[in-house]
């Protein structure tokens, strides 16, 4: 079935536009001599099975049925396919301590170049807004990537497909001016008194220089600064648009950390849960309950504040059993969430201070704060105090703000500090139950190397690993069995009733497992419901679910960092944009363990994402440089086999035949960028280092770059040969197949495996071809070239590959009306039009005439003549062969049946020969042979010429054709088959002559499907001497057409259908 769709893509792309379907049908019909095989697959109609096909789209316009294919990556949907066969995340064997164990990696660095490498950007722009939100930009990086501290890739640009977006800046965003005006701003807003404002504008001026000091931390500079500042209660708010800033005081001065306050449960749910609200002051109850009159079950809902409870999915047959349910329920959550532990202490303004900022920075989106709660008393052991929002709300790096009864946190950007004191941004869509997962923090060693499997591939410049084999992938690894545990068990109750763009949430995949996603975007299909895209978030794929199969993601499971960084392949820049979606580099690196190492000499200016070097966790071998290679040849080059329909441009053609083609894929598109680019360089600074002394046995085999004295430009090219004193040399330019002479001391040639990796060993786009014709023609180049120009596509079939593996191939050109004309059939009736044409045909045919003994001889030979009718008769012919209206050729009806007979016996005699007892000097013009053709059979034929014994002109005297043969091809005839005459007589339609000057091909070819190999009969209106060969005539014949209820006279049905005008 690939193949079937193959062929059909191969018809349809070289079209520019949608093709019809009937038009579809006939033309693959036509180049592949079959009807499109549908029904062999299993689909009741052509529609059904071109619409199984992603690649092809139908379309209706007005009643018909066009078909288009779509312009995509060869590959992409097979590679998705393959990515998705990965099942869920499986906890890997335990290696030890990996680094001790792993090999020594081999140095592979990609040869010096000028400048630094330019990298395509990615084409998925769904995977974009893993970081970016609606409301809020986010930082540019799905991951917090923390290196070394002399390693040179900090403060550096997003991936390429996160390059919209800007990562927070901590080190550059206050400015002493900004905290002057804040500082004036909150003085008039009454929140420091006059005496402190100038001490505490001191103290955030010297915090805002030791923020923007690199090496010296945020926690230090905080910490100091509060150690040494006593805030009153005005003076800790940090503005008017502070959502909970209030006029009530509160000391929040440094004191040794007390205990918490215990909350002491006494048994009884229902008391436990209301003294518990009470406690934290978390709103008022609500609970009600109603019967279902069907089941005769009840239900019971409680809500607290915004939080909502429900006794469904389970059954309770009593009011009492339902509420009881519930109410378990609401206070377990409820303790999850605000429970605190009897033996922690309360954090100090300080840590808090200290801490907070460094966590939020990593939820890119904003966070609860119920949850920070949570995760910072997991985290620290310690318990935040109540005031502990207004506390951390003095810091000029947090944003707070009130959403209904709630509260949520972020981390402040750039463009978004000191700005409290203006209007509130507008709250991201959240619901109370979102959770927020922590960006994946990534550790390289000192050494710059960490352990990492390869979760997903989108292309060279953009690879998703996990670190593994650390404590937080093991802690990972551990949280996703029990996640896997507690969805099975529960998923009936945790299905998400609101699907929040952004918010994090647990998918159940086709095998049943489980996965954390962000939701990238929400849609409603009507009545097919919603479908959201999700972002896997500990893998890097993307994929579309319905909206029933997201579930809510509990904070227990969303503790652990996002699992998923991105890095990008270093020195293989060039290959990012054509190796999308590659099969390779999916079965190199897919689910795979690496060594990466970061590149941190091929670092751009605006390079965010680390470029990496790869190595294989077992031999140590650079990946980069294998992929280098690999991802070359696969983009490169051409799939040729046979019966391959593809569009190809021919770049050259050579007098002994050959044909080169290029097939201009992605590919071939970047090399051309790849040689601009590198002529560039060149022109601008010449690499002289590299030159090197040009020499038979050094530049074997070699690719060099070097310039072209018919257009000045650059090009790859091979020397292929050399003249005996080695001051001349032949080049053949590879990426195009023509030829050159150079003189080897004045010619500069650049060895490209010196100047670039790539460029040398991308494949040569100059394929060899050849044109199946039966007969060269002796102005081929001119012909060809004629009919397939350097600036035009053409279609090519591959037939067959010869002994060399040259393909044999037919080629097709798309005329204005979009039909299809073989070339292959227009030059061989071009080669005959031109033996037997007006212009220099009368002279070849006049040489034939006097060939040797200068007698005239008859097309027919020695043959007898057969019988005509008498002028203005009317005979039945039968039409075996035509070239145009003026040159047809006519078997007379009523001797067909001997014509048959003589032609089986003819099999009979010579259907075992296999040599010639002739010699040369026997062959003579006008004698008749036997000869075999290419159909197998045997014929008698006329020698016209003799030229060689490689080459005899001839004539099938009883089928009109003319041929070339060999000596070995003829045969004496025995005198018995010399009895019937002649049955091929010369013909031209009377009654009409070409609309222009000369017959054209296409209405030559027209003419063939109209006559050729049909009974006719026909009116002799006059016979004629043939102008080419004086011993033959020409019948001037009316041909009509009686094979319908209504006669056609072929003259009329030619000028009404413009090919012919009336003379």
Request: hydrophobic share 35%; proline share 5%; aromatic share 8%.
């Amino acid at each position: 079935m690939e193949a079937v769709i193959s062929c059909i893509r191969g018809v349809l792309v070289c079209s520019k536009h949608p093709m019809l379907l009937r038009q579809l049908e006939n033309e693959y019909r036509q180049l592949l001599g079959d009807r499109i095989p549908y029904a062999q697959f299993g689909y009741k109609s052509l529609e059904e099975f071109l619409s199984s096909d992603p690649s092809l789209r139908l379309l209706n316009n007005n009643g018909d049925l066009y078909v288009q294919a779509l312009l995509k990556a060869e590959s992409a949907h097979i590679v998705k396919m393959k990515m998705k066969e990965k099942t869920k995340t499986k906890k890997p064997t335990s290696r030890g301590k990996l680094y001790a164990r792993a090999p020594p990696t081999a140095k592979w660095q990609p040869h010096h170049k000028s400048h630094k490498a330019k990298y395509a950007k990615t084409t998925r722009p769904g995977d974009l807004s893993f970081n970016q939100f609606v409301n809020y930009k986010a930082p540019s990086v799905p991951s917090k990537v923390v290196l070394p501290e002399n390693s040179s890739l900090n403060q550096r640009n997003v991936p390429p497909r996160f390059q919209k977006q800007s990562a927070p800046a901590v080190s550059k965003w206050l400015q002493v001016q900004d905290v002057k005006q804040e500082s004036s701003n909150n003085a008039r807003n009454g929140h420091y008194n006059n005496n402190n404002n100038n001490f505490v504008a001191d103290r955030l001026k010297k915090t805002a220089q030791d923020c923007c000091s690199p090496g010296v931390s945020r926690r230090k500079t905080i910490s100091k600064m509060m150690s040494e500042v006593s805030l009153e209660k005005s003076e800790r708010d940090s503005g008017t648009s502070s959502p909970i800033s209030d006029d009530s005081a509160c000391s929040v001065g440094f004191s040794p950390n007390p205990k918490v306050p215990e909350f002491v449960p006494v048994g009884d749910p229902k008391v436990d849960l209301k003294n518990f609200v009470e406690y934290h002051k978390l709103g008022t109850i609500e609970i009600t309950t109603a019967n279902t009159k069907k089941h005769k079950m009840f239900l019971c809902k409680i809500q607290i504040g915004n939080h909502k409870y429900t006794s469904y999915p389970e059954e309770c047959r009593t009011e009492q059993e339902a509420e009881s349910f519930c109410v378990r329920e609401a206070y377990k959550d409820l303790t999850e969430k605000y429970g605190r532990r009897k033996s922690l202490v309360l954090a100090c303004d300080k840590d808090i201070l200290e801490r907070i900022p460094k966590m939020l920075e990593k939820h890119n989106g904003g966070i609860w704060e119920w949850q920070l709660q949570m995760d910072y008393c997991e985290k620290y052991h310690e318990q935040l105090p109540e005031d502990w929002l207004k506390i951390i709300d003095s810091s000029p790096c947090i944003h707070v703000q009130k959403v209904v009864d709630n509260y949520t946190l972020r981390y402040c950007k750039p463009d978004e500090a000191l700005q409290k004191g203006g209007p509130a941004s507008p709250p991201k869509s959240m619901t109370l139950t979102d959770v927020s997962v922590p960006s994946s923090t990534i550790e390289f060693s000192e050494d710059g190397k960490l352990w990492a499997e390869v979760q997903y591939v989108a292309s060279a410049g953009e690879v998703w690993c996990a670190q593994i084999d650390t404590d937080e992938s093991a802690k990972f690894h551990a949280m996703c069995d029990k996640m896997e545990a507690f969805y099975a068990k529960h998923k009936a109750s945790l299905r998400a009733q609101v699907v929040n763009r952004d918010g994090y949430y647990v998918v159940e995949r086709d095998d049943g497992s489980w996965a954390r996603v962000r939701a990238l975007e929400v849609i409603d299909d009507g009545e097919r419901g919603r479908t959201v895209s999700c972002f896997y978030i500990d893998s890097g794929e993307e994929e579309a679910h319905e909206a029933e199969r997201l579930y809510q993601l509990k904070r227990q499971f969303a503790i652990c960092q996002a699992q998923a960084f991105v890095c990008r392949l270093a020195g293989l820049e060039d290959l990012y944009e054509i190796s999308n979606y590659s099969e390779a580099l999916l079965r190199i690196l897919f689910s795979s363990q690496f060594i990466l190492e970061v590149a941190s000499d091929l670092i751009a200016d605006d390079d965010k994402v680390p470029p990496v070097y790869m190595y294989n966790a077992e031999t140590g071998q650079s990946v980069n440089e294998e992929l280098l290679h690999t991802l070359t040849m696969e983009s490169a080059s051409p799939n040729l086999t046979t019966m391959t329909i593809v569009q190809v441009y021919v770049s050259h053609v050579a007098s002994n035949g050959d044909l080169y083609v290029q097939v201009r894929t992605r590919g071939f598109e970047r090399l051309l960028q790849l040689l601009d680019e590198l002529e560039a360089q060149i022109e601008e600074n010449p690499p002289v280092e590299v030159l090197e002394p040009l020499e038979p046995k050094t530049s074997r085999n070699r690719l060099y770059f070097g310039r072209s004295a018919e257009d000045d430009r650059w090009y790859r090219l091979k020397i292929i040969d050399w003249s005996p004193n080695q001051q001349m040399a032949q080049i053949h330019y590879v990426d195009y197949g023509h030829t050159a002479i150079i003189e080897v001391k004045s010619t500069v040639l650049y060895p490209l495996d010196k100047l670039d990796d790539v460029l040398n060993v991308y494949p040569l786009q100059a394929v060899k071809t050849r044109m199946v014709l039966e007969e060269l023609p002796a102005d081929f180049v001119a012909v060809t070239s004629k009919v397939m120009t350097k600036e035009e596509p053409v279609i090519m079939k591959i037939i067959r590959f010869d002994d060399e593996g040259t393909p044999l191939a037919e080629f097709f050109r798309r005329n204005a009306d979009e039909s299809l004309l073989c070339i292959n059939k227009s030059i061989a009736m071009e080669n005959e039009l031109t033996r037997n044409s007006d212009n220099g045909a009368c002279l070849k045919r006049k040489t034939l005439l006097n060939a040797k003994n200068s007698k005239n001889v008859p097309s027919g030979g020695k043959l007898g003549a057969p019988p005509l009718p008498r002028q203005h008769e009317c005979f039945e012919i039968h039409v075996p062969f035509a070239v145009n209206p003026y040159n047809f050729f006519v078997q007379p009806l009523e001797s067909q049946q001997r014509l048959h007979e003589l032609m089986e016996r003819l099999q009979e005699r010579y259907g075992t020969v296999l040599y010639s007892p002739l010699t040369i000097d026997e062959v003579a013009p006008g004698n008749i042979y036997a000869s075999k053709f290419t159909d197998g059979n045997w014929y008698r034929t006329s020698v016209i010429k003799v030229i060689h014994s490689g080459s005899i002109s001839v004539f099938y005297c009883d089928f009109g054709y003319y041929a070339n043969v060999t000596l070995q091809q003829l045969i004496p005839l025995d005198v018995e088959f010399m009895e019937l005459p002649y049955q091929a007589i010369k013909a031209k339609l009377a009654g009409i002559k070409p609309k222009h000057s000369n017959w054209t091909m296409e209405h030559c070819e027209e003419f063939k499907k109209t006559v050729e190999r049909k009974h006719f009969y026909s009116i002799l209106l006059k016979i004629e001497k043939d102008e080419l060969y004086e011993s033959d005539i020409v019948l001037n014949l009316m041909l009509i057409d009686t094979s319908s209820p209504e006669d056609v006279y072929i003259e009329k049905e030619l000028i009404r259908k413009g090919i012919a005008a009336e003379a």
